[in-house]
């Protein structure tokens, strides 16, 4: 069994956020049976394998505990923090993360935030109507509670489908069908669902810009407590529609349903017309 540590990513409070295992490989990769084995073990979410090949350059796996998945939001936030943590980087350093989803960009501020770039957002589409309405109904809803908005199909990463509920009531009192989702995700060919609403709490101490749940039942994931890529993916969707700004500060908070509320901060920058995402999180370790 590989040593793995347990870091909790877009928190500052251990037991709080998302928590991701993160193993340091030395040498050669290990089998994947033996990394699968080290997820399940952990029983995460995910678990990063990290390998340092140089001063500026980190490699990175995850797994579920059920399959490797290209890239992963919060367990590539966890294993920076703890990188940093352990002297093995240094704040304000620029580095590249090679993960199978592609090259990212990483770095940790100097107030102990880690930023990743994500993967070139990608436009997957919207649903057709008899799609869209099985959706809702997998979580005890229908039209209705949509909102304005609609489900769209976006990647910064990992495809995820974005679907808009009108209310925090609404998002707090979702009964979800866990076999249905695992059906859709796998018909559509993502990893899951990002279900997020525009309504937030004007008395907070620090204004939101969406609260929001995530469901991937498909790779053993029933809820998530924060997930990067789901809420990069989320940032593209609402720049689309005109709801944030490039440069604009944006704060999701998510995990709330599970009694770990996490902070989950994104950036969009538009320049010669491409987009980038950052994403950027705090992080404990236990």
Not at 61 to 77: I, K, Q, W
Not at 83 to 95: A, F, N, R, S, V
Not at 124 to 148: H, I, P, R, W
Request: include cysteine; charged fraction near 25%.
């Amino acid at each position: 069994m590989i040593e793995a540590r347990t870091i909790d990513a877009f928190t500052d409070v251990p037991f709080g956020g998302n928590a991701a295992g993160v193993a340091l490989i030395e040498g050669d990769y290990p089998a994947d049976s033996e990394m699968l084995e080290t997820a399940k073990f952990m029983g995460y979410s995910e678990t990063a394998f990290v390998k340092k090949l140089d001063e500026s350059t980190i490699q990175l796996r995850y797994f579920t505990p059920a399959a490797e998945v290209d890239l992963c939001g919060h367990a590539t936030v966890g294993s920076f923090f703890g990188l940093y943590k352990w002297g093995m980087i240094e704040i304000g350093k620029p580095y590249k993360a090679l993960t199978k989803a592609g090259e990212i960009n990483v770095d940790v501020s100097e107030n102990g935030v880690v930023w990743m770039d994500m993967a070139t957002p990608v436009d997957m589409g919207g649903m057709n109507d008899k799609d869209t309405e099985a959706l809702y109904a997998m979580y005890g809803l229908s039209l209705k509670d949509a909102g304005e908005l609609r489900p769209y199909l976006i990647s910064t990463g990992l495809p995820d489908i974005m679907m808009p509920v009108a209310s925090r009531e609404i998002l707090a009192n979702l009964k979800p069908d866990m076999d249905a989702i695992s059906a859709i995700s796998e018909k559509l060919h993502v990893t899951g669902v990002h279900v997020f609403t525009l309504d937030t709490d004007p008395n907070a101490m620090e204004a939101a810009t969406a609260h929001a749940r995530n469901f991937a039942p498909l790779y053993d994931i029933p809820e998530e407590a924060a997930t990067g890529t789901s809420n990069g993916a989320l940032t593209y969707y609402l720049w689309k529609r005109g709801l944030i700004k490039p440069g604009e500060a944006n704060l999701v908070v998510q995990g709330e349903a599970m009694g770990r509320p996490s902070d989950i901060r994104t950036v969009l920058y538009e320049e010669n017309g491409s987009v980038k995402v950052r994403v950027g999180g705090r992080a404990a370790i236990r």
